[in-house]
């Protein structure tokens, strides 16, 4: 294509996506990672949509109540992923997350850049370290910080603009703490565990990192991902979407795309929750791509078991018809990370 030029990743990663699209550039050889032709996401049959899950009737002792729990297993054996409605988080409290990250986004590059990681480094503004080479880059801007525990939080790179970002994310990461708690109580539940397992297997220094996501509009959606395809090396992920469409789930050879609802929150299956249940529940594979009308905004908090703690599968999920299929595993993320860097999935490590 016309201007592509391949200058090395660690250069294009010193300039954000924004700043190119500002400047009307063409998307360079890093970014063209698709080769999958079609834009198109493949119409789907009502029965097969990403399971809408109400969290308000798991702690109820109706009928209904064992009925969800039910929906909430099989969406996890399947799709490895739901949208939860009916967590308790007022849909304005969603908005005023949505509306700092776009204020952020929507600062001067100055501004931002005040609080901007090195390329090699995870936290503050800017995109993922340098991957390894021939591999793409993402069509995306970000900001990821620690928010849990505490003691891990960074403020240098915490926005002092907007200035209500620092006192919105405190209050979504004790939000999210919450809601750790009760999707882990309730995934143990819907497998017949004791309800605490998987959060005695966190520890109660789990980790929360939040990750805004901005991806510009981009004018080859054809070639370019906001995203790569991936799984992610959480236990899991709570993602918040805007009005923007572009996360899609890969599902029997398919991709889905994950539709908007406003007062819902994704609940996707990292890695460490498919060791944890012996491989019942699936680390699904998503993406994230482009659009040439309108940038989209995320955010993503990976919840992750507190460092050094080992984990593995649950002793009530190995039994002779299921043998354990995975080893304990400890400081998970880190293979998980160097697997990514190189474009590859991590999981088979732990295999058995
Ligand atoms: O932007 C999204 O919707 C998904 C983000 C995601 O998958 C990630 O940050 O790992
Ligand atoms: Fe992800």
């Known amino acids: ?3 592509v030029s391949a200058l090395p990743a660690k250069i294009l990663l010193s300039k954000r996506v924004q700043e190119m699209v500002l400047n009307d550039e063409e998307p360079q050889k890093p ?8 834009n198109e996401a493949i119409p789907r049959p009502p029965s097969d949509l990403i399971p809408i899950i109400d969290l308000s009737l798991l702690s109820s002792s109706e ?3 064992a009925q969800e729990l039910q929906r909430l297993r099989s969406a996890l054996c399947s799709w490895g992923c739901f949208q939860a409605t009916g967590h308790g988080i007022p849909k304005s409290f969603l908005d005023k997350i949505r509306q700092v990250a776009r204020d952020f986004f929507e600062q001067p590059m100055e501004e931002k ?9 995870f936290e503050g503004y800017g995109a993922d370290p340098v991957p390894a080479e021939g591999q793409s880059l993402d069509w995306s801007d970000r900001l990821f910080l620690n928010v849990y525990p505490e003691d891990r ?6 926005p002092e603009n907007p200035k209500s970002f620092r006192e919105v994310l405190e209050e979504y990461t004790s939000r999210m703490q919450i809601f750790t708690e009760l999707v882990s109580k309730a995934m143990a539940k819907s497998l017949n565990l004791e309800a605490d397992c998987f959060l005695n297997q966190f ?4 980790t929360l990192k939040a990750r805004f996501n901005y991806y510009s509009p981009c004018q080859r959606p054809d070639l370019v991902l906001g995203l790569r395809a991936h799984a992610d090396g959480s236990g899991y992920t709570i993602i918040l979407q805007d009005d923007v469409e572009g996360l899609q789930v890969f599902k029997d050879e398919r991709w889905f795309t994950v539709p908007a609802i406003s007062d819902a929150l994704l609940v996707l299956m990292g890695d460490q929750m498919e060791i944890m ?5 699936k680390s699904p594979v998503h993406r994230v791509l482009t659009t040439s009308e309108k940038e989209r905004i995320s955010v993503a908090v990976f919840y992750a078991p507190e460092p050094n703690k080992e984990i593995g599968p649950e002793e009530g999920l190995i039994n002779e018809e299921r043998k354990q299929i995975y080893k304990k595993v400890k400081e ?3 293979v998980h990370w160097e697997h990514y860097q190189q474009g590859k999935r991590a999981i088979h490590v732990a295999k058995v």
Do not use: L
């Open 332 to 334: 998970y993320s880190v």
């Open 203 to 206: 520890g109660k220094q789990a």
């Open 113 to 121: 850049k005040r609080h901007a990681k090195g390329v090699e480094e």
């Open 63 to 65: 009928p209904c109540s």
């Open 277 to 281: 249940t012996n491989g019942v529940f």
């Open 153 to 158: 939080r960074k403020h240098k790179f915490w």
């Open 31 to 38: 970014y063209i990672s698709r080769n999958d032709g079609t």
């Open 1 to 3: 294509m016309a201007g």
